[in-house]
C-alpha cells in the first residue's frame, strides 16, 4: 500500500530534550516537505527536500533540522524543543512538488 | 511570502444546500491543490489545477482556477454530512518544492 509513515504519532516532552521525528515513503517520490498545524494559522511549510542531499527552508524553519541521506526518509530533528514548538507535524511526500500526499500527523507536546 | 486567504473561514448548511469556498491571492500560482483534511488525519488530495481558467469536476465537487491564476474555487452541489471537513488549498509557484497553504475553511453539513 503507497503510504507516508510517521513515528511517533503522540510524543510529549521537556523542553531542551531533543527529539526526532521520523518519515518514511514507500512510493519513490522525490519531494518530501514537513508542516507544521496550529489552530488559526492552517497548515506551515517548516522544510522541504526536492531530493537526496537536497533541502531548502520553508517559511517556519527556525528551530529545526532535517536530513535527506535517503529517497524514502525525511526525518525531523529538533534540537532544542520549546514550549512554541508544541503543535500538529504533518510528512508529505510528493512526485511532481505539486500534489502532496500527506503522513497521519504528529501530535508533539513541549512541557 | 505569498500568501493564500480563504473564505468563509466557517461554513454549517443543511444537507442538499449547495456551497461555495474561495481561495484568493495577490500572487500568480503555477498550480494550485485542494485538500479535505478530516479531524485527526493528514490532508488528502482532491485535485490538482494548473491552467487559468481551467474547470475540474469530481462527482459533486467542481473547482476553478480563475484566468490570471491568483484565485480558485470549490463549488459542492447538493451537500451530503460526509462532505464535513476542512477544506484546504495550497498553491505553488516556480520556486519547486515550497508550497503556501490558505488557512482553511471548515464545513459542517448537518443532516
Known amino acids: 500500500e503507497a503510504q507516508v509513515t510517521q513515528n511517533p504519532r503522540y510524543l510529549i516532552t521537556v523542553t531542551g530534550k531533543k527529539l526526532t521525528v521520523t518519515c518514511s515513503q514507500n512510493m519513490n517520490h522525490e519531494y518530501m516537505s514537513w508542516y507544521r498545524q496550529d489552530p488559526g494559522l492552517g497548515l506551515r511549510q517548516i522544510y522541504y527536500?526536492?531530493?537526496?542531499?537536497?533541502?531548502d527552508k520553508g517559511d517556519v524553519p527556525e528551530g529545526y533540522k532535517v536530513s535527506r541521506k535517503e529517497k524514502r526518509n525525511f526525518p525531523l530533528i529538533l534540537e532544542s524543543p520549546s514550549p512554541n514548538q508544541t503543535s500538529l507535524y504533518f510528512c508529505?511526500?510528493?512526485?511532481?512538488?505539486?500534489?502532496?500526499?500527506f503522513g497521519p500527523g504528529t501530535r508533539l507536546t513541549v512541557t | 511570502t505569498q500568501l493564500l486567504e480563504q473564505s468563509p473561514q466557517f461554513l454549517s448548511i443543511q444537507e442538499g444546500e449547495n456551497l461555495t469556498v474561495y481561495c484568493n491571492s495577490s500572487?500568480?500560482?503555477?498550480?494550485l491543490q485542494w485538500y479535505r483534511q478530516e479531524p485527526g488525519e493528514g490532508p488528502v488530495l482532491l485535485v490538482t489545477v494548473v491552467t487559468g481558467g481551467e474547470v475540474k469536476k469530481l462527482k459533486r465537487l467542481t473547482f476553478q482556477f480563475g484566468d490570471a491564476r491568483k484565485d480558485s474555487s470549490l463549488h459542492i452541489t447538493a451537500a451530503q454530512p460526509g462532505d464535513t471537513g476542512l477544506y484546504l488549498c495550497?498553491?505553488?509557484?516556480?520556486?519547486?518544492?515550497?508550497?503556501?497553504f490558505g488557512d482553511g475553511t471548515t464545513l459542517t453539513v448537518k443532516p
Open positions: 495550497a498553491g505553488q509557484n516556480t520556486n519547486a518544492g515550497k508550497s503556501t
Open positions: 527536500s526536492m531530493n537526496v542531499e537536497v533541502t
Open positions: 508529505a511526500s510528493s512526485p511532481s512538488s505539486y500534489e502532496q500526499y
Open positions: 500572487s500568480v500560482f503555477s498550480s
